[in-house]
């Protein structure tokens, strides 16, 4: 059974610190990883996209990493503001690109 | 450009009732999706359009729930009747022909409660 699990569920973190998101999957056969970011209220909105070949991509102070072999990706987040506070998504596309696996996500706050 | 529109935005109706939301995708996507999100957990896929045929319905309730997207453009999910586990956010996205490197782009959602 395909499965995205995501790790923690939730952190909490200062204003200006860095953190780590983690997402492990089953999902086969692997097309591509989707980070997406959920604001409260709000629908998802994609920060990266990762295929099998790639096994870093930047948006900002998002960096996200895929190791295919392991089937891991994680997010980091550098110098976190307010702005960072909502729900981080994996997604995970299987080859025909008719099936996405979504990820419980992780609730990110940031605290001044 | 305008994104994702769905609406209403909130519904509250009691358990037994009909429900229906609406969905109007980013203009010239031919792909729709219709997803429920319980909370604190990541989006489920209940249907699937390319332009107006259905072509994923496996996870929809079939018994109380229907979609339709009759001209290929906007769409509408309907429950009826309503029960308390229906209670989720609706998420309406689109993507320009649903291939698996296209973006899902997302509406707000219409968060519904049963009472």
């Known amino acids: 059974k395909n499965q995205v699990e995501q790790s923690p569920q939730s952190l909490i973190i200062l204003e200006g610190k860095n953190c780590t998101l983690q997402?492990?999957?089953?999902?086969?056969?692997?097309?591509?990883l989707r980070w997406y970011k959920q604001d409260t209220g709000r629908g998802p909105v994609s920060l990266t996209i990762?295929?099998?070949?790639?096994n870093t991509k930047s948006n900002g102070r998002y960096t996200a990493t895929l190791d295919a072999d392991t089937k891991q990706s994680s997010l980091h987040i550098t110098a976190s503001q307010l702005s960072d506070s909502a729900s981080y998504i994996c997604?995970?596309?299987?080859?025909?690109?008719?099936?996405?696996?979504f990820g419980g996500g992780t609730r990110l706050m940031v605290k001044p | 450009e305008a994104g994702v529109v769905q609406s209403p935005r909130y519904k509250i109706i009691e358990k037994k009732q009909p429900v229906a939301f609406w969905c109007n995708p980013i203009?010239?996507?031919?792909?729709l999706y219709w997803y429920r999100q319980n909370l604190g957990q990541g989006p489920e896929l209940l249907i699937r359009?390319?332009?107006?045929?259905?072509?994923?319905d496996s996870q929809l309730p079939k018994d109380r729930f229907s979609a339709e997207r009759l001209k290929g453009v906007d769409s509408t999910l309907k429950i009826q009747p309503a029960e308390l586990g229906d209670s989720a956010v609706y998420l309406c996205?689109?993507?320009?022909?649903?291939?698996?490197?296209?973006?899902?782009?997302f509406g707000p959602g219409t968060r519904l409660l049963v009472l």
């Open positions: 996205a689109s993507s320009l022909e649903g291939r698996s490197m296209e973006t899902q782009y």
């Open positions: 997402c492990n999957y089953t999902v086969s056969p692997f097309s591509n």
């Open positions: 990762m295929t099998f070949s790639e």
């Open positions: 997604v995970v596309s299987n080859n025909a690109g008719n099936m996405l696996t």
């Open positions: 203009s010239g996507h031919n792909t």
């Open positions: 359009y390319e332009n107006e045929e259905a072509v994923d």
